[in-house]
């Protein structure tokens, strides 16, 4: 820590303002809170005259401090009254409270009268247009109730079924149930189709469910959405629009972010502003903080809100201050439209990062220039330097002065940042509507926007690897809804099928598992248009797209769909590919699987045998397509009950998935295959060193929370009861059993589960 250019290095990193050396290790003693006022600096520069001040200050801050907590003359719980849960009141509120806030009087009114009740479960709502203020109004009531510490208060940003657990959410439910007093709010639930019974299917059916109801006790549901209809999910008369701000609101919240100081008398021009910004609140807070930034004055800013070209609406507020940014830094209104095309939430220093790497390119991007080389997909590195670091920082901090970006911190102090919807709205329309001069070459009349969405397509291409080998599915996790994002602009960036590697991405999703085969389903449709218009029907590409659709189409039971696109994809695969083309064969072997699945045992074993015979008459009998053959007719011989055949045939596939990709996902089912053939047919000591092997592969490649990881850990667990090894056996199959309880699409292995039991169960009465 003497080192001056060590703490200039950590205090970037982690925006520290100053560093405290003599009251270090207090808080590793006693849970406090240091406050302290410094008349020295660095290495002992001091001035003595500054002392009484910089007590002072401490003292005042520390009184600040103390004013913020609420005292209370409640006692601690007890051990016992802890160890049984009657814990005091807890809130989890993500977002600071915010001491600039205008109270909208009237909404917070009848909210509280809609919500009086205090020995009923009720539920109310708040909707209206994004940056209308519904979040800061349910925020404003959330710590008004958690101030009066009469109930516990909990706060959830949506629900989205794909992100979640089933047993986690009931749980947290059941918990919040059990108290005797709590308030929860459910902000921006903008799809409220998955709440309601019947109006949505698959994992996102009816997550009303997952909502506390307390008969007999004091229970809150606060809502905010920009959809009006969820008054549906709160009863009717329970939903309050928050629509426009009063005068006397926006006069209020203007002057604020201004730091201004309203004198009282009503100025024309204020407003005029005000209706030029539609007294939408998130506008006038974005207003007033760039004429604060600028010093520039309200007529000033009202004169660049109604130049010609310039839309009288509200994302021509974001215009003012996005040209701004433009001019004073290229690099962070470069990063800002390239944010326009990703997810809006958890954008993390890297993704920017990664963004700033295409500033100052003058060329367009095409889509030639995303090639299949393995280098495209390997994620990228770290190595910026420190000049680099402070530019993409300086860029960012930019970008918060102008409230264009929020900074969040997570629980392990890592930094994230987020954009308003609106924001993103508004750089886009920017862009699409030529609003702003782009420097850049982009080549075409629209102006930036294709090269901004191909920018997003290109770095996800970079940062989200999918299943490219020696790469993890956690690595690819944390970018799946940026990249998802970044496929919806697919079709504007005019880049077709590997721009982004949006195969990647819906191989990713099947692969993570069944909560989100639809969408990849839905990706890969998109994908299909996208390649057909860019490349034509014929296409190599193309054809290949139609083969995975209907592997997606199989994947999510539309079975007949899939047979249908097989029959048109393997015919022109043959003529404009050949009979023994890896692609068409891949076709043929999922038509054939299909087949089997129907129980048309006949008709596959006849395609099948077709492929081979093809395979070995162009002597590709040891390569990649005659494993997936070969793994094909492992399935129908399986099927079929002939298990020594199936055993036989996967063993055969395996050795060439071996040599060709030892560590692919085909590697690691096909061995999965085997393993359960050989425990089927009583092998349980050749299924144990597979099992094991495959096991290991699957938790470097998925972790432990994966369907093929805990099939393998079952049927493991059960060759080492079977070889009479219980020490390994009861520990894997408790580990089995807690794991796949959690999982998505359980029911898929249902069986497993309670064959693991049982074993658990003959293990304890063995004494294990």
């Not at 038509?591 to 089997?596: N, P, Q, R, S, T």
């Not at 794991?739 to 249902?750: I, K, T, Y």
Request: glycine share 6%; aromatic share 8%.
């Amino acid at each position: 820590m003497k080192s001056g250019k060590d703490r200039d290095g950590i205090a970037m990193e982690h925006d520290i303002v100053a560093f405290e050396m003599e009251g270090a290790g207090v808080w590793d003693e006693v849970p406090c809170l240091i406050v302290k006022g410094i008349c020295d600096y660095a290495d002992s520069h001091k001035n003595k005259r500054w002392q009484n001040f910089a007590a002072a200050t401490a003292a005042s801050v520390m009184k600040a401090i103390l004013g913020r907590y609420v005292a209370s003359e409640r006692g601690r719980p007890s051990r016992s009254q802890s160890r049984f849960g009657e814990f005091p009141h807890s809130h989890s509120i993500p977002c600071i409270r915010n001491y600039e806030v205008v109270k909208r009087q009237a909404e917070v009114k009848k909210l509280h009268q809609l919500l009086s009740n205090p020995s009923a479960c009720q539920a109310a709502a708040l909707w209206g247009l994004g940056g209308s203020g519904k979040t800061q109004t349910a925020l404003q009531y959330a710590y008004q109730r958690w101030d009066a510490r009469d109930c516990s208060v909990f706060w959830k940003l949506g629900l989205d079924d794909t992100k979640n657990e089933e047993n986690l959410l009931e749980a947290v439910r059941d918990k919040i149930k059990s108290l005797e007093s709590w308030v929860l709010v459910i902000d921006n639930t903008d799809d409220i189709k998955v709440f309601l019974p019947g109006q949505s299917s698959g994992k996102t059916a009816n997550l009303i469910r997952y909502i506390p109801q307390s008969a007999g006790k004091s229970g809150t549901g606060l809502w905010t959405s920009r959809d009006e209809r969820v008054d549906a999910v709160v009863g009717p008369g329970r939903a309050i629009e928050i629509s426009r701000m009063t005068e006397a609101e926006g006069r209020e919240l203007l002057y604020t972010k201004w730091n201004k100081k309203d004198i009282g008398a009503k100025d024309v021009t204020i407003t005029k502003l005000l209706e030029e910004l539609e007294w939408l609140a998130l506008a006038i807070s974005q207003a007033g903080a760039f004429m604060r930034r600028t010093q520039t004055r309200a007529s000033e800013y009202l004169k660049i809100q109604q130049t010609p070209g310039v839309p009288n609406s509200v994302l021509g507020t974001w215009h003012i201050s996005i040209e701004r940014i433009r001019k004073e830094n290229q690099l962070a209104y470069h990063i800002l439209n390239a944010l326009a095309y990703v997810n809006n939430q958890n954008i993390s220093e890297k993704m920017v990062a990664e963004f700033a790497k295409f500033h100052g390119e003058r060329a367009p991007i095409d889509w030639k220039d995303f090639k299949d080389d393995d280098k495209e997909h390997i994620a990228a590195d770290d190595n910026y330097s420190d000049e680099q670091s402070i530019e993409i920082l300086t860029a960012l901090a930019r970008l918060k002065e102008y409230s264009f970006i929020q900074i969040h911190r997570d629980d392990k102090k890592q930094k994230s940042y987020s954009m308003h919807k609106l924001v993103q709205d508004a750089a886009r329309f920017g862009l699409s509507a030529g609003l702003i001069v782009n420097e850049l070459k982009s080549g075409t009349s629209s102006g930036g926007e294709r090269y901004y969405a191909a920018i997003a397509l290109k770095v996800m291409a970079r940062l989200f690897p999918g299943n490219k080998p020696g790469l993890s599915w956690q690595q690819s996790e944390k970018y799946v809804e940026h990249a998802v994002q970044a496929a919806e602009w697919a079709e504007i960036s005019g880049t077709p099928v590997r721009a982004a590697g949006l195969l990647q991405l819906c191989y990713f999703l099947v692969d993570r598992g069944y909560s989100l085969e639809a969408r990849s389903l839905e990706l890969t449709e998109k994908n299909l248009s996208i390649c057909q218009q860019a490349l034509g029907g014929r296409h190599p590409d193309t054809l290949y797209i139609k083969y995975r659709l209907a592997h997606a189409y199989f994947r999510n039971g539309a079975k007949q769909l899939a047979k249908d696109m097989t029959n048109k994809v393997y015919p022109l695969q043959r003529e404009v590919l050949g009979n023994t083309n890896l692609d068409a064969l891949r076709t043929l072997a999922l038509k054939a699987f299909i087949l089997c699945d129907e129980g048309e045992f006949e008709e596959s074993h006849r395609l099948l045998t077709q492929a081979m015979r093809r395979c070995r008459d162009d002597g590709k009998e040891k390569s990649y397509a005659a494993a997936i053959i070969l793994d094909r007719r492992a399935w129908l011989s399986m099927k079929q009950g002939d298990h020594e055949k199936a055993a036989k045939l996967a063993s055969s596939s395996l050795k060439i998935y071996q040599k060709k990709a030892t560590k692919s996902i085909q590697t690691i089912r096909c061995m999965e295959l085997l393993a359960k053939l050989y425990v089927d047919t009583g092998r349980y000591s050749e299924a144990v060193p597979l099992g094991e092997s495959a096991l290991d592969l699957a938790k470097a490649r998925w972790g432990s929370k994966h369907l093929t990881t805990n099939f393998l850990m079952h049927i493991l667990a059960r060759s080492y009861f079977e070889l009479e090894q219980y020490a390994k056996a009861e520990p894997l199959a408790k580990e089995a059993v807690r794991v796949g309880q959690d999982l998505p699409g359980r029911s898929h292995h249902a069986t497993l589960m309670r064959e693991s039991k049982r074993l658990l169960a003959d293990m304890s009465k063995l004494g294990y």
